[in-house]
């Protein structure tokens, strides 16, 4: 008959104790190399590289599989790909690819991940399910923040977007819109330049947040239109097709408030910031081991090496990766690290990175990966 186990995996804890959550009488699996957890470019070039060295690891896809480039309509820049290739279609390819070489893949979320102080193995809750793993690689990504407009749900990839260097090459010659106030709202209006006949740009504030300099490029470029003390109430339909969009509705704020007006635009850019997919990390036992930023972002050797002076003495030993975080065995790679440059392609190196990383950490801890059982 059909057998929950089988399904997810294994239930039961490591120590074979019941939790109220968990069921007793199964073993451990046998203990992994690595776990991957996140679907996005990096956690399934990650699997990719590791399936195909040998490694077998198991990948977490989360519920929502295949991350922000799943309400992507159309990607043009991502390589192998002339024609381009839609967001969901690029997912299946390379979810396919890492299936093909040996990645066993879970569609489930991670609750909980736990690093066992006697073995030094990793302890991963997801879905009442348990695993052991040597190795983690967390690639669950940032997720972009949205205004929550009224009709906004139905314009995403209809018109609405999140990031101008993927996206706005489609605009050549038309109206768009960007919603932000700081640095990278500033950056995206002045990348939209490059194909837009005109940019609104619309700063709930009196004022910007960015720097003196992108202000002044902002301030001073032809094709911009700065709207202040404005934010966008609604999204309009075409008049001539319901199903794209084609005008804002915005109202004034503070001293603006009561005011309203329509901008005829052609495509919405948000900017006002990315979310790091991070919070169960903060609610796991590993939480004050592994350095996050103020905003949750993963601190790894690339993206911050001043954390790492001593990294002999935090374990780690003669591995280097820049892939490494605080925690010795745990790796990062993606948008949940990189709050840059926020690119397929460059999630898809990184995760390379990582699982090549991985291997000079598991080549240091030698050939261990004998089943583990549960404790009696």
Not at 118 to 137: K, M, P, T
Request: net charge negative; aromatic share 8%.
């Amino acid at each position: 008959g059909f057998s929950l186990c089988g399904s997810l995996g294994f239930w039961g804890s490591a120590e074979g104790v019941f939790t109220g959550k968990r069921l007793l009488g199964f073993r451990m699996q046998s203990l992994r190399r690595c776990c991957v957890i996140g679907s996005g470019p990096a956690g399934y070039t990650a699997a990719l590289y590791l399936a195909r060295n040998g490694q077998m690891p198991l990948l977490f896809s989360g519920f929502g599989v295949g991350g922000q480039l799943m309400l992507t309509s159309e990607v043009e820049n991502f390589p192998g790909y002339p024609k381009g290739v839609t967001g969901p279609q690029l997912m299946a390819d390379l979810r396919e690819q890492c299936a093909r070489f040996g990645t066993e893949i879970k569609d489930v979320d991670v609750d909980r991940l736990e690093k066992l102080k006697d073995s030094g193995n990793f302890r991963i809750e997801a879905f009442g399910g348990e695993y052991l793993s040597q190795s983690v690689i967390i690639a669950t990504g940032a997720e972009a923040r949205w205004l929550q407009a009224d009709n906004e749900a139905a314009f995403v990839g209809r018109g609405l977007s999140t990031c101008a260097t993927c996206d706005g090459a489609f605009f050549k010659n038309r109206t768009v819109l960007v919603v932000g106030g700081g640095d990278s709202a500033c950056e995206e209006a002045l990348h939209l330049t490059h194909f837009c006949d005109r940019v609104h740009l619309v700063v709930r504030k009196p004022h910007f947040r960015a720097s003196a300099i992108m202000q002044d490029r902002v301030r001073r470029h032809e094709k911009i239109t700065v709207h202040f003390r404005r934010q966008v109430q609604k999204w309009l339909a075409r008049e001539a097709d319901e199903g794209v969009l084609g005008a804002a509705l915005l109202e004034g704020t503070g001293e603006d408030e009561g005011q309203q007006e329509t901008l005829e635009i052609d495509g919405g850019f948000m900017a006002i910031g990315h979310t790091p997919q991070t919070k169960f990390l903060r609610t796991s036992p590993v939480a004050q081991q592994v350095s996050l930023d103020e905003e949750g972002y993963i601190h790894t050797r690339m993206s911050n090496p001043e954390v790492f002076t001593t990294g002999v003495a935090q374990g780690w030993g003669p591995v280097s990766g820049l892939s490494r975080t605080t925690l010795p065995g745990l790796f990062a790679a993606g948008d949940v690290v990189d709050r840059r440059y926020r690119q397929a392609i460059t999630a898809a190196g990184m995760g390379c990175q990582s699982a090549l990383d991985v291997e000079e950490y598991l080549q240091m801890l030698g050939d261990d990966s004998s089943s583990v059982e549960a404790t009696p």
